[in-house]
């Protein structure tokens, strides 16, 4: 069964709307409005999505470990950046009911 979150990812991916891997979305200057993080990404790629999150003032949800890559249908896949304002809002308010996502706030989740 698929996830309200999934069926956005795939309109975000349909639409062209969502940036793939951490190093793509550190060289982003604007028109991010929403970061999703894999439980697993590595303390290396996480520092420069964190360091996004920080310049760019979007929340950041995380996942599961191993979660992220399996809704993208893509496994290697750690960190995406949504660049759709309302697909963004869409994500958020679904993601907030759901238990397998948890808003980043800083420090250990």
Known sequence: MTSKVENYLGFCIRARKI???AETI???KRGVFLLIVDGGIGK???KPTLAAKERLGCPML???EGQL???LHKPAVKAVAITDNHLASAILSVAESDS???LYSGGNN
């Open 19 to 21: 940036i793939f891997g």
């Open 26 to 28: 550190e060289k982003q």
């Open 44 to 46: 290396n790629s996480l």
């Open 62 to 64: 995380m996942t599961a």
């Open 69 to 71: 890559g399996e809704m």
């Open 100 to 102: 397998q996502f948890k």
